[in-house]
């Protein structure tokens, strides 16, 4: 498609539930990127692909996110036994090349509610 | 690491007048872009305007400009004529211009921006 979409627009889970989002990137655009938006508006990288592949990894807290671009399937974010300070906005970014001519162009967001 | 500091959570403008926000970022490298985004209420991501640091003359979009000052690390957005629609949050953003992990974006904190009639 024109533009990065995201699902689901909202999502509530109660602490220790899991949560999952998506992402379809613009068609033809290599690089996705996901960032959480925390409520004091404050953005965090939080990884990066070039197709299926990891790209960059260095924000991802490990231990319950994990993520993935599968060929032909939207990409994914996970969530496992989601705590309060999960609650944010979560951004989806995709871009054609890493080069800067080639914007990231953002989806409109996920809004996680963690209970 | 590379940090982007917005001093100013919340600025005012009159509409038709001219506004600037502030940022300033730390960064060892010499080659990068940087860039500022609206975000308004609808939370979408909009790209305002970029600036390639190698570049000496100043970006401008429209009513929208930067002063780029590399040495002192500051990267402003000047607003001219502004409108209702503008009323929004900026970020200032970094990226460095190599490829591989520096392809990421760092925000700054933000700034409020409201128009007033």
């Known amino acids: 498609g024109e533009e990065v979409a995201q699902t689901p627009k909202h999502l509530v889970r109660g602490e220790g539930q899991k949560a999952k989002l998506y992402c379809a990137p613009i068609?033809?655009?290599?690089?996705v990127f996901w960032y959480q938006q925390v409520l004091k508006n404050e953005f965090k990288f939080l990884i990066s692909?070039?197709?299926?592949?990891?790209?960059?990894e260095t924000g991802m807290p490990k231990e319950r996110f994990s993520a993935k671009c599968l060929p032909n399937s939207p990409c994914s974010l996970e969530i496992q036994a989601t705590k309060l300070e999960d609650s944010a906005v979560y951004f989806c970014a995709s871009s054609q090349s890493l080069y800067v001519r080639n914007e990231q162009f953002f989806g409109p967001g996920t809004r996680l509610t963690v209970l | 690491a590379q940090t982007v500091t917005q001093s100013q959570p919340e600025m005012s403008v009159q509409e038709a007048e001219t506004v600037t926000l502030s940022c300033t970022y730390d960064?060892?490298?010499?080659?990068?872009?940087l860039f500022w985004y609206k975000q308004p209420p609808s939370r979408q991501m909009i790209l305002v305007i970029r600036?390639?640091?190698?570049?000496?003359q100043n970006a401008t979009e429209n009513r929208f400009s930067v002063n780029f000052q590399k040495a002192a690390k500051s990267f402003s957005l000047k607003i001219s004529d502004s409108q209702l629609g503008d009323a929004a949050m900026y970020f200032c953003?970094?990226?460095?211009?190599?490829?591989?992990?520096?392809?990421?974006?760092?925000f700054g904190t933000g700034t409020r921006l409201q128009v007033t009639l």
């Open positions: 692909f070039q197709n299926e592949n990891v790209f960059d």
């Open positions: 600036q390639e640091a190698y570049k000496q």
């Open positions: 953003a970094y990226k460095a211009a190599n490829t591989g992990t520096a392809s990421k974006l760092t």
């Open positions: 960064t060892s490298e010499s080659d990068y872009y």
């Open positions: 068609k033809g655009h290599s690089y």
